[in-house]
């Protein structure tokens, strides 16, 4: 069974890149066909989808999010990265990496990661 | 402002059942049959029920289920448990410029 684990720093300044990585556990993310998601939830408050990158490596991004957003692929690691450049406070969240096998879903998630965006 | 409208909250006694809404448009719940429902209890993430409107992955009991008419798609959970209690939300495929949308979430409590 996949498993994922966010990593990445808890504190993010403004202005600067968040950057967060999700381990894959139990099965190799570059076997099969899935779409690896990236999904973010403030404190109190809903779910947003962020994007989603495919075994391929194509990507999908959140139209509001899309200039800032790079979602990319390490398969030596068995990982997938999140990039989200110029962070402002209302990029302060949980951040959780998803997975699925190739249907519009989150089949699995990762626990989550909160990241902070504060001087 | 959330692209989809759940309700803010629902309840119902235990053995009841429940219905939660979600409200989309042609664009995105009515367009497609990709709507997809999770649970989220405090603290954890969440969890698939539904996918594809009515399908149950596996492990899921079958007190849960999907459907949609029009732009509306609904969760309905029958024989309420106390461990039912939680927020639920939903997401829908929006085509090939929006992707994924998710509603607003709603707070199930097992009176």
């Known amino acids: 069974q996949v498993q994922l684990q966010e990593s990445g720093p808890g504190l993010v300044k403004p202005s600067q890149t968040l950057s967060l990585t999700c381990t894959v556990s139990g099965g190799s993310i570059s076997s099969g066909s899935y779409y690896w998601s990236w999904i973010r939830q403030p404190a109190g408050k809903g779910l947003e989808w962020i994007g989603r990158i495919y075994t391929s490596g194509s990507t999908n991004y959140n139209p509001s999010l899309k200039s800032r957003v790079t979602i990319s692929v390490d398969t030596s690691k068995n990982q997938f990265s999140l990039k989200l450049s110029s962070v402002t406070a209302a990029d302060t969240a949980v951040y959780y990496c998803a997975s699925s096998p190739l249907r519009y879903a989150f089949d699995i998630w990762g626990q989550g990661t909160m990241v902070t965006v504060s001087s | 402002q959330s692209a989809l409208t759940q309700p803010r909250s629902v309840s119902g006694s235990p053995g009841q059942s429940v219905t939660i809404s979600c409200t989309g448009t042609?664009?995105?719940?009515?367009?497609?049959?990709?709507v997809s429902w999770y649970q989220q209890h405090p603290g954890k993430a969440p969890k698939l029920m539904i996918y594809d409107v009515s399908k149950r992955p596996s492990g899921v009991p079958d007190r849960f289920s999907g459907s949609k008419s029009g732009n509306t798609a609904s969760l309905t959970i029958s024989g309420l448990q106390a461990e039912d209690e939680a927020d639920y939300y939903c997401?829908?495929?929006?085509?090939?410029?929006?992707?994924?949308?998710f509603g607003g979430g709603t707070k199930l409590t097992v009176l």
């Open positions: 997401c829908s495929y929006a085509g090939s410029y929006t992707f994924d949308v």
């Open positions: 042609s664009s995105d719940v009515g367009g497609y049959n990709y």
